[in-house]
């Protein structure tokens, strides 16, 4: 339990982290390192995926959130997700098993053992799904909200471009003098 | 920070949503004395077996004087459920005081059904349409008046509470 709680934890905090960071205005323009200054527009390739991805992410948990987010951490909930989900399932058949070997029981007994065992496998196997499922709808929902704000910011990226032209920029640090030759369309 | 509390909040709802989810199961196997279940039957006699320390079964019910004997009772369970009992109770034995019939059995006696020696465990269960028997252990004195019906009557309390009245009685020869 504790340790569930404790993966729990940072994978809250790892995305939270993520989330915050990219949930700040994406600058459309970008500083290139020192002695040159140049100004470039970002271009699309810097975003990563659209929603669409989400479908993605709903087939291969964390690939669709990978493509959004170029997190290679995201690819966690993939071996995560099955894994759960697929432990669950294993935990509930083998419950079953068990609550079937108790109906066709006559020992008293062996009647407790098994339907112990069948309320022990059935709860655990339910729970470890209840997790599986959750982190995979949790995920699908953050490639939504990722790809849509990708969505947006290309299309406002787009938008930009087709008014303003940026054709060259720089800093020459022996002149200490700064160019930038520009073109807006009205 | 807000992000990780939404985060965390919707990941215990969701979890805790599906993990409800899905069959609980409970106890309803007729054989299972614990089961809370109610079964549907009829008991009833079908015949007494006597099996003395000199002979072999004897299956007309027939005791001698001064003989130490077990009797097989069989019950026929009409189903269409299985029958469970749970304790016995003697409602009325012959006056063993006098006549020289004994049962060593208190008033209230744990069935214990006949097959348990095949199935290694105590059963106390006759299936539906089976046909099992109680063993009572038995002994007759030499007091005892020969040619006469010992009759005896007792009372099986099943596992839903039920009770079902049994009476026979024992040919002494």
């Known amino acids: 339990m504790k340790l569930k709680l404790m993966t729990l934890f940072l994978l809250s905090i790892s995305f939270a982290n993520s989330w915050a960071n990219f949930t700040e205005e994406k600058s459309l323009i970008k500083l290139s390192p020192n002695p040159s200054l140049h100004l470039n527009l970002a271009q699309s390739d810097d975003l990563g995926g659209g929603k669409s991805h989400t479908v993605t992410s709903l087939i291969l948990p964390g690939v669709g959130l990978w493509r959004v987010t170029k997190m290679p951490a995201t690819l966690v909930f993939l071996p995560l997700c099955y894994g759960m989900v697929g432990f669950g399932t294993i935990n509930i058949i083998k419950g079953k098993v068990e609550y079937n070997n108790y109906m066709a029981e006559k020992n008293p007994i062996e009647q407790g053992t098994y339907y112990d065992n069948a309320i022990k496998k059935n709860e655990n196997g339910r729970r470890i799904l209840g997790f599986g499922v959750a982190f995979w709808i949790i995920q699908a929902g953050w490639t939504y909200i990722y790809g849509s704000y990708n969505d947006i910011y290309r299309t406002r990226n787009s938008s930009w471009k087709d008014k303003i032209t940026l054709h060259s920029g720089g800093y020459d640090p022996i002149s200490k003098s700064f160019s930038l030759s520009t073109s807006i369309n009205f | ?173």
């Open chain 2, 1 to 173: 920070m807000k992000t990780l509390t939404i985060s965390t909040s919707i990941l215990i709802l969701l979890s805790a949503g599906f993990s409800s989810c899905g069959k609980k199961y409970e106890r309803v196997n007729y054989y299972d004395p614990t089961a809370q279940v109610e079964r549907n039957y009829t008991l009833s006699f079908d015949h007494i077996e006597v099996v003395s320390e000199s002979e072999t079964a004897n299956i007309n019910g027939l005791l001698d004087v001064t003989e130490k004997a077990v009797l097989n009772i069989y019950l026929k369970n009409n189903g269409p459920d299985p029958c469970l009992l749970e304790y016995g109770n003697f409602t009325y034995v012959a006056n063993t005081a006098s006549n020289g019939f004994y049962i060593p059995y208190g008033y209230n006696f744990t069935v214990e059904m006949g097959s348990s020696d095949a199935e290694g465990y105590s059963v106390q269960y006759i299936a539906p349409g089976a046909i099992d028997y109680i063993a009572m252990s038995v002994r007759t004195y030499s007091y005892l008046d020969p040619n006469q019906d010992v009759e005896l009557d007792f009372d099986l309390v099943d596992y839903d509470g039920q009770t079902h009245h049994v009476d026979f009685s024992v040919h002494i020869e």
